[in-house]
């Protein structure tokens, strides 16, 4: 039941039926006074925090995932004395916490959340910051070494001088409403005051390798169903054979052994496929012959990454 609501939801946000449509036109009061606060804040944040080094923020417009965990990684992997800053969603601790320093790994999985733990495990010379509170976060990382900030989701953050990057998702919701009477979290025309804008299967393209028991495969056996707990998961259905069993749960959810004892029993003789973010949490599980969706992403060759470049020299130098 929980499932269906929460696919409900995201159908409702991003590509409605002609009810949800209706349900929608009923929330724009709220929708007005949402955009209004937001306007407000925008507005009031004069004096942007600045703490002598460059800030790169990597965010989206829209509600749930497309693609900034990625990015991020891809940006910081070539860059030393690099720090990534996250809220650390569905983590099962509050404020500042530092999930590794230079590469080496300070807390478990349930203090830093699922997408900094990966973020770390996948920068091994990097810092990896989980804080509600970015502004501290970014003189910690500072404090510790940090020459560059990546901020991971950080568009809202009117008040931290940055340079923005928004990531437009694949395919364009129909639904071009704010909250909550859409999945937008600012209004569409704000693509235009970001520094920089890359789309998802334009200016990059993901590229999935499976990997059962740290080796790559070629082909995955006919047995298989996809458990993730990621935004959107429908869109794994690309890289899956299209009769693949998709189990969602809600983004961030952490998975209890009574979710994988249940699994196992109603599918049996099957063989688990799951991302990355989703691997770390069911580690602990040891579920046996687990095949990893092993995402990287592709840019393309013509994607103009100077004014990034030039920003973080004027500031560096």
């Not at 340079?163 to 859409?182: D, Y």
Request: hydrophobic letters at 40%; glycine letters at 6%; aromatic letters at 10%.
């Amino acid at each position: 039941m929980k499932n269906y609501l929460y696919k409900w939801v995201e159908q409702y946000l991003f590509f409605p039926t002609f009810f949800q449509q209706l349900i929608g036109i009923a929330m724009f009061p709220l929708t007005i006074i949402y955009c209004f606060v937001n306007i407000f804040k925008r507005m009031s944040a004069k004096q942007k925090f600045f703490v002598g080094i460059p800030v790169v923020s990597i965010g989206n417009l829209i509600v749930g995932g497309s693609g900034k965990t990625p990015v991020v990684i891809k940006l910081a992997k070539s860059r030393t004395n690099v720090a990534v800053i996250l809220r650390g969603y569905g983590r099962q601790s509050t404020g500042l916490k530092i999930v590794s320093q230079n590469g080496k790994i300070k807390c478990d999985l349930n203090t830093s959340g699922d997408e900094a733990m990966l973020i770390a495990q996948s920068l091994p010379k990097a810092t990896v910051i989980v804080s509600e509170d970015r502004k501290q976060a970014i003189s910690k990382a500072k404090d510790i070494g940090a020459k560059i900030i990546f901020l991971d989701d950080g568009f809202s953050k009117y008040d931290i001088e940055k340079f923005n990057i928004l990531i437009r998702p694949k395919v364009e919701p129909t639904n071009l409403f704010c909250l909550p009477s859409g999945g937008y979290r600012e209004p569409k025309i704000m693509y235009t005051t970001a520094n920089m804008v890359i789309q998802d299967g334009v200016d990059f393209i993901r590229v999935i390798k499976f990997k059962q028991n740290g080796k790559e495969i070629e082909q995955l056996p006919h047995n298989i169903i996809c458990l993730t707990a990621i935004s959107k998961p429908d869109r794994l259905k690309e890289f899956l054979p299209k009769d693949t069993n998709i189990i969602s749960y809600p983004d961030h959810y952490n998975f209890t052994q009574e979710d994988i004892q249940i699994l196992q029993k109603d599918y049996e003789n099957t063989i688990i496929v799951t991302t990355a973010k989703d691997l770390v949490k069911l580690k602990q599980f040891n579920i046996k012959d687990i095949i990893l969706m092993d995402l990287s992403i592709e840019m393309n060759e013509s994607v103009d990454f100077s004014d990034m470049n030039k920003y973080i020299k004027s500031i560096s130098s």
